[in-house]
């Protein structure tokens, strides 16, 4: 069985919106100057142990657009290769980057891809299809990178009004740049 493990990178006051730079904010890109070799290195990792990605439309759309039409890098080149499955409502087929739209349930989709066998399946972002798959009681593992930076604006993680959940501390990691990785599982 597959397991489904949302990875997101967060600030210290909760803001998960654009870290990269990919979208058109006024606070994009600040996760860049944390992605260190040992935090490559992380995310190497976790996208080895997956063969899958699985994203929402905007986080599809960022991503696909910046990573796309690159290759050089062990990290990029494994993470184009991989099949992508996209939770949208607008978009539909087949799509660049070497994904599809998830058709019908979602929810029901990710439930019977998990029972075959293979790797993980990461989820990048997309902290409102999150808590879709939250609700669903999906997601079998939170990796939440907490970057040393407070914006003051912007998408929360875990907005004021979304699903509860209970999780347990499985690991802590905290990175030379002053990162900190924590993960966490399911409480039950």
């Known amino acids: 069985m597959r397991k489904l493990k949302a990875s997101l990178l967060v600030t210290l006051d909760g803001v998960v919106q654009d870290p990269g730079g990919f979208g058109e904010t006024d606070q994009g890109g600040w996760a860049g100057p944390f992605f260190t ?3 490559r290195q992380s995310a190497y990792e976790q996208v080895m142990a997956a063969d899958y990605f699985l994203c929402g439309r905007l986080t599809y759309e960022l991503l696909s657009k910046a990573w796309g039409n690159v290759s050089g890098s062990d990290y990029l080149d494994r993470v184009n290769a991989m099949p992508k499955l996209v939770a949208s409502r607008t978009l539909t087929g087949r799509l660049e980057w070497n994904a599809t739209v998830i058709d019908g349930d979602v929810a029901e989709a ?8 293979g790797g993980d399946i990461v989820l990048y972002g997309s902290a409102s299809f999150m808590q879709t798959l939250m609700k669903h009681d999906l997601i079998d593992e939170f990796r939440i990178s907490i970057h040393p930076i407070v914006l003051g604006r912007g998408k929360r993680l875990f907005p004021e009004v979304g699903e509860t959940a209970r999780l347990r501390l499985a690991g802590a990691k905290a990175l030379d740049s002053g990162v900190t990785i924590l993960t966490y599982l399911p409480a039950d």
């Open 110 to 117: 990710i439930r019977k891809l998990k029972q075959e066998p």
């Open 37 to 39: 070799d040992e935090a």
